[in-house]
């Protein structure tokens, strides 16, 4: 049984590109998360999100950043005119049920995201 | 107030000594509390989950967890050069997300 498998693990892009971040929750789940961890910060909470619906985009910046759970394919974090604030590594998560806690919340490997 | 706070700095220890990292946390109704690894470049890994006061065991890792104090701490027993790695608290916050604190850096010293 695959994990949470993100892609692509490592990402540059020139200051005003766009970024896009892919994430495949494990099978059976249809709850998706993604967090943002800075340089020598912990993880911070962008956007919870279930298929087709945005359940709680509370963490997610006002501009640039949008994400996406459509029917079918992975969750997508699309970032638009990148900046060097963005370098980040960026963890998608998922987890079977709603009211998940901790113990069943199963983190990617992460996608590390270096704006130059 | 942050969620979640881990203020402590790098923490160096000798191999075999004990490693105590704490964690303080604001929201009184908080019920369930966790512990994650994280290695360098690489993702947090879930090594402790508590609910009730008092200690909880798991081979070498201890968490205590005290509601009156609102804080919970991780105790590592017999440190290994593996433990070397920083360690993330982290309380639910609303619909079903975690709130994490910045994390403490452990170095095992051989």
């Known amino acids: 049984n695959a994990g949470v498998m993100q892609n692509p693990r490592h990402l540059v892009r020139r200051r005003g590109q766009e970024a896009r971040l892919r994430c495949s929750p494990m099978?059976?789940?249809?709850?998706v998360y993604w967090y943002r961890q800075l340089p020598e910060e912990g993880l911070k909470f962008m956007v919870y999100?279930?298929?087709?619906?945005?359940?709680?985009e509370s963490g997610m910046p006002k501009e640039r950043f949008s994400a996406e759970f459509p029917k079918e394919g992975p969750s997508i974090l699309r970032i638009q005119q990148v900046v060097r604030g963005d370098s980040a590594a960026y963890f998608c998560?998922?987890?079977?049920?709603?009211?998940?806690?901790?113990?069943?919340?199963?983190f990617g490997e992460g996608s590390w995201l270096t704006v130059v | 107030q942050k969620e979640v706070e881990q203020n402590s700095g790098p923490l160096s220890v000798p191999e075999g000594a004990i490693a105590s990292l704490n964690c303080t946390y604001s929201d009184r109704g908080s019920q369930s509390f966790f512990w994650y690894r994280q290695y360098s470049g690489k993702s947090p890994e879930l090594i402790m989950f508590?609910?009730?006061?008092g200690d909880k065991e798991d081979g070498r890792f201890t968490a205590q967890l005290n509601k009156a104090s609102q804080y919970v701490s991780l105790l590592i027993r017999d440190s290994q050069p593996s433990d070397s790695a920083t360690y993330l608290c982290a309380v639910p916050g609303g619909n079903n997300r975690l709130a994490f604190g910045k994390g403490n850096q452990v170095v095992v010293i051989p």
């Open positions: 508590i609910y009730s006061n």
């Open positions: 999100l279930q298929k087709e619906n945005i359940i709680d």
């Open positions: 998560a998922s987890s079977p049920i709603q009211g998940a806690t901790g113990n069943t919340i199963y």
């Open positions: 099978k059976g789940h249809s709850h």
